[in-house]
Each structure stands twice: as structure tokens, then as C-alpha cells.
């Protein structure tokens, strides 16, 4: 073929996703995936609100028809629950599409993103493919720094992006530093607050960000998803909530169906199971304490985690990722985010984890 394409696409990465059960067990010859613990991509392992799966249920044999565009009952219960109005919210096939929608609006070449060196690997990609720059701040302590933050701010800086709590760190930062972030930030930068594990913090830990949308504070957007706490990754659905004027401009580049009929009905039946938001929660919590104690007690130390997953400095992640996976264990890696002597985990039941936590026995002795 002639080189006819966009040559600077062929330097794009391609996003590694945790790997699927069902290839690790292909690549190492296993028949049966029963056994297999994928603990790789933060996934709720308590799975969806039976809500939500009976919503699927009902709306299957309709999904003939084009799901509804501009998700009309969803937004409108959405908007109820957070105190907003429709026209703050915007919905994308997983919190992902609204990255990119940010990108098509905001970036370009000349311009800049900034976010904290470990921050969410898609901050990056997507300012690659509109071709802006990244500045990436130090993050002492593998936490967010947003004074390093607001000095890393050129004129050319369009967005900040802050994943609170972050991945794949499992640290956050409080209400304080935000509001005072949020003073402090030139009017040419819209801050993009990333809540994608905000449900899993515990209460009186989390910041109300939502606020500063509600009060009518044009350069702060919070984006959220369906995928983490409320166990619907497969399905592809998160929101942003900003001011109008930000969400009409996202929603100019928005193709016309992004969020599918089941997408939509699920994730409205789940927004009215908070019970299983909160077991979500508790389970996330005391699945970090009790890893986190277990491996400890093997000499290997965690990063503190408000979400349900954390970082195991293990001294070579890449070693110890290929050591669970042939205990059929899947976790990630972390030489991706400059952090390879890592591995990430994700906290299940207590029985996963304690499988989790003996197969780390295991390859300690
Ligand atoms: C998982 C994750 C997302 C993406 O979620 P989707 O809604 O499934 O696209 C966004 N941000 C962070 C920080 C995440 O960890």
C-alpha cells in the first residue's frame, strides 16, 4: 500500500488492556478458564446489581431498535440523584469515549494535557491523538501533587487531568488541596477530575467536586462510569458533568448512538441499588486490609488504596505477573507507568483473595 494514511498515526500506542482470561488460557495450553482469577482490570468481582441484570433481561428482544441518543430517561434520573440538571450531563460508551470526546475539543497540535506522572494511561494516548503534548508532574509518594501540577501549567495547557482516587496508585487527594487547586487554576485550563473508583472511597473520605458543577463553575468537569463500582465495564457506559456551555461542545462531537439499549437500561436500574453500590465499597475495603496485612506479613509492601485495587512492590513485577499467571492468576504489570518493580491488583471476595494471598506465599518462599 502507498503510504497514504496520516504517517504520525503509525507512532500511536496502542492501549494494554488487562489481559482476558481466555487468552492466558489459549497461550498456556489450559483447556478450562473456570479456574482462571482475573484480577487485572479492577472489575467489580461482586458483578452487577440484579437490578440491572434483569433491566438487560427485559429490554434484550428491543435491542432491534436504536437505543435513544441523547439517553433522555437516564440523564433526567441521573440528573435528579446529583442534584443537576440534564443539561450537565453527557454520556460516552465508557468514561474512555469522553476522554477522546475531551481531546477533539480541547486539544491539538501546539497544545499540552497535564496530569501527574502515574496518572491513567488513556490521558495520554488521547492527547497523542490529537497530537498534543503531555506534561507529565512528579508524584511524590505516587500520590498527586497539584501545586507540581499548577507549575507545570504553560500557556498552551488546555486540560488538567487528575484521577482522584487514581489508577494505578489507589491514592487520593482530599477536599482541601481541590478546592484550593480549583482557585488556583488559569482560566485557559478546564480541570478534568477523573472519579471513575469514587464510590468505592469511604464516605467521609470523599470530595464533593460535583459541587463546583452545580454552582456553575465552567472550567471544572467530573467524569464518572458505570464500569468499576457498579460492575457494568462490559457493558461501555460513564458520564461527564460540566457546565452546559462545556457539554454542548462535547456533545457536537458525539456520534449519534454512542451508548447502547442495554447500556442505557442498566446502568438506570442500577442507579437505584445503592445497597449493592455500599457491599461494593465494604468489599473493597476490606479486601485491600486484608491483602495488604497478608502481604505484609510476606515482607512485601503496599501502597495505601481508597479503591478496589493497589499497588505490591514486589521487586520485579514482570517476573511476578509471569509467576501468578502460571498459578492462573492474572494481574498487571506496571513497567507501562514507570513502575516495574510493581504489580497491580485487584481485591475481590475473600475467597479470591486468599487465593490471591497464597499464591504470593507460594512464590515468596
Ligand atoms: C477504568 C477507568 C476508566 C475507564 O472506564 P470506562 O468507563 O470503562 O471507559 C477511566 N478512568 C480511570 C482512572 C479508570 O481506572
Not at 497461550?27 to 468481582?45: I, T
Not at 433491566?55 to 432491534?64: H, K, L, S
Request: charged fraction near 25%; include cysteine; charge should be negative.
Amino acid at each position: 500500500m502507498e503510504p497514504i494514511w496520516n504517517e504520525w498515526v503509525e507512532n500511536l500506542k496502542v492501549y494494554e488492556p488487562g489481559r482476558p482470561i481466555t487468552e492466558v488460557a489459549r497461550e498456556l495450553g489450559f483447556d478450562d478458564v473456570e479456574d482462571f482469577l482475573k484480577l487485572a482490570s479492577n472489575e467489580n468481582e461482586l458483578g452487577p446489581s440484579p437490578k440491572a441484570v434483569e433491566a438487560i433481561r427485559n429490554q434484550a428482544a428491543g435491542v432491534y431498535r436504536y437505543p435513544d441518543g441523547g439517553c433522555f430517561y437516564l440523564k433526567r434520573k441521573l440528573a435528579a440523584k446529583l442534584d443537576l440538571t440534564p443539561e450537565h450531563l453527557l454520556f460516552g460508551n465508557g468514561s474512555n469515549e469522553l476522554i477522546v470526546f475531551l481531546g477533539h475539543v480541547f486539544l491539538g497540535p501546539g497544545l499540552n494535557l497535564v496530569t501527574g506522572e502515574c496518572a491513567f494511561a488513556v490521558y495520554r494516548l488521547v492527547a497523542a491523538l490529537y497530537r498534543a503534548g503531555v506534561v507529565a508532574a512528579p508524584m511524590p509518594d505516587l500520590t498527586y501533587d497539584l501545586d507540581a501540577l499548577l507549575e507545570a501549567v504553560t500557556p498552551d495547557t488546555r486540560l488538567v487531568a487528575v484521577c482522584n482516587p487514581n489508577n494505578p496508585t489507589g491514592t487520593a487527594v482530599g477536599q482541601e488541596d481541590l478546592d484550593r487547586f480549583i482557585e488556583r487554576l488559569p482560566g485557559h485550563c478546564l480541570a478534568v477530575f477523573d472519579e471513575a473508583y469514587i464510590e468505592m472511597m469511604p464516605e467521609d473520605r470523599r470530595p464533593d467536586l460535583m459541587r463546583y458543577v452545580r454552582e456553575g463553575r465552567e472550567n471544572v468537569l467530573v467524569l464518572r462510569t458505570f464500569s468499576k463500582a457498579y460492575g457494568l465495564a462490559g457493558l461501555r457506559i460513564g458520564y461527564a458533568a460540566a457546565a452546559p456551555a462545556v457539554i454542548g461542545l462535547l456533545n457536537r462531537v458525539r456520534q449519534p448512538f454512542n451508548v447502547n439499549v442495554l447500556a442505557q437500561a442498566a446502568a438506570e436500574a442500577a442507579l437505584d441499588d445503592d445497597a449493592h453500590v455500599e457491599r461494593t465499597r465494604t468489599l473493597a475495603a476490606e479486601g485491600c486490609r486484608t491483602v495488604a496485612a497478608a502481604l505484609a506479613e510476606l515482607g512485601c509492601e503496599t501502597v495505601p488504596s481508597v479503591a478496589n485495587f493497589m499497588l505490591v512492590r514486589v521487586g520485579d513485577g514482570g517476573k511476578v505477573f509471569e509467576q501468578l499467571q502460571r498459578r492462573r492468576i492474572i494481574v498487571r504489570p506496571m513497567g507501562a507507568y514507570g513502575l516495574p518493580d510493581y504489580v497491580r491488583v485487584t481485591v475481590g471476595t475473600p475467597e479470591q483473595n486468599e487465593r490471591l494471598i497464597e499464591a504470593f506465599r507460594e512464590i515468596s518462599e
